[in-house]
């Protein structure tokens, strides 16, 4: 069970929970057990998604907030999966290497390279999302923040190098350090997305980020999460 928490915004410690919401089963009959995160899609409060069980994705009609009423659950194994959702699209982080990017690849034996980054739904018809394509980021993506920026979103997304391995058929790679012992991985990826045509998403950027090793674990350093402060209008 998921609950719904109220914030008036005039008064925030006034906060109180107004209702919940059972996540059901995914479509091969598996219990949604749990949402690790809850994404909506921004500027129109109409439909939300689930996802953080391992095995898949659930997608809502949040149209009376008080009741969430579901509306797809879709198998599509992955680690971590941070969601966001932005005019039709659902975009998906993917945290651990596997054979592929779509929705039926396996986990790498091994430790070898594998696909991780973003995957990307459409939802459009949202009560029959579609897989439609993905992006690899570098030692994958473990939480993404979403920005809406004219006829294109940009995802900016967290990772960081829980293993290593060296560059996959997809074009991403993860090593804590380089050969000659400097900083590998120390930076963030920032995911273009045409709206016209999201399967033509592209990694624009790599931000490099100075940051100390975690438990003086040499070169293993990144982002958990990212927000980012837009203009008021």
């Given at each position: 069970?998921?609950?719904?928490?109220?914030?008036?915004?005039?008064?925030?410690?006034a906060?109180?929970?107004?209702?919940?919401?059972?996540l059901?089963?995914?479509?091969?009959?598996?219990?949604?057990?749990?949402?690790?995160?809850?994404?909506?899609v921004?500027?129109?409060?109409d439909?939300?998604?689930?996802?953080?069980?391992?095995?898949?994705v659930?997608?809502f009609?949040?149209?009376d907030?008080?009741?969430?009423?579901?509306?797809?659950?879709v198998?599509?194994?992955?680690?971590?999966?941070d969601v966001?959702?932005?005019?039709?699209?659902?975009f998906?982080?993917?945290?651990?290497?596997?054979?592929?990017?779509?929705?039926?690849?396996?986990?790498?034996?091994?430790?070898?390279?594998?696909?991780?980054?973003?995957?990307?739904?459409?939802?459009?018809?949202?009560?029959?999302?579609?897989?439609?394509?993905?992006?690899?980021t570098?030692c994958?993506?473990?939480?993404?923040?979403?920005?809406?920026?004219?006829d294109?979103?940009l995802?900016?997304v967290?990772s960081?190098?829980t293993?290593?391995?060296?560059?996959?058929?997809?074009?991403?790679?993860?090593?804590?350090?380089?050969?000659?012992?400097?900083?590998?991985h120390?930076k963030?990826?920032?995911?273009?997305?045409?709206?016209?045509?999201?399967?033509?998403?592209?990694?624009?950027?790599?931000?490099?980020?100075?940051?100390?090793?975690?438990r003086?674990?040499?070169?293993?350093?990144?982002?958990?999460?990212?927000?980012v402060?837009?203009?008021?209008?």
């Amino acid at each position: 069970r998921e609950d719904i928490v109220e914030v008036p915004l005039a008064n925030p410690s006034a906060a109180s929970v107004i209702g919940s919401f059972s996540l059901g089963q995914l479509d091969d009959g598996t219990p949604m057990m749990a949402c690790h995160d809850f994404g909506v899609v921004m500027g129109d409060a109409d439909l939300g998604a689930c996802a953080g069980h391992p095995r898949g994705v659930a997608v809502f009609d949040i149209s009376d907030p008080e009741n969430p009423r579901l509306l797809a659950n879709v198998v599509c194994q992955g680690s971590q999966h941070d969601v966001s959702v932005y005019q039709g699209w659902l975009f998906l982080s993917v945290d651990s290497p596997r054979s592929k990017p779509e929705c039926d690849g396996v986990p790498m034996t091994g430790g070898g390279p594998g696909f991780e980054g973003i995957r990307i739904f459409d939802v459009r018809d949202p009560a029959n999302p579609v897989y439609a394509g993905a992006v690899a980021t570098d030692c994958g993506s473990h939480t993404h923040t979403l920005i809406p920026d004219g006829d294109r979103v940009l995802l900016y997304v967290s990772s960081y190098p829980t293993s290593g391995f060296g560059t996959s058929p997809y074009g991403n790679s993860c090593a804590r350090l380089n050969l000659d012992g400097t900083q590998g991985h120390s930076k963030i990826s920032v995911v273009e997305v045409p709206l016209a045509d999201p399967t033509a998403a592209r990694v624009v950027s790599e931000p490099h980020i100075e940051m100390r090793d975690f438990r003086n674990i040499a070169g293993f350093r990144g982002c958990h999460d990212i927000s980012v402060f837009t203009a008021i209008k």
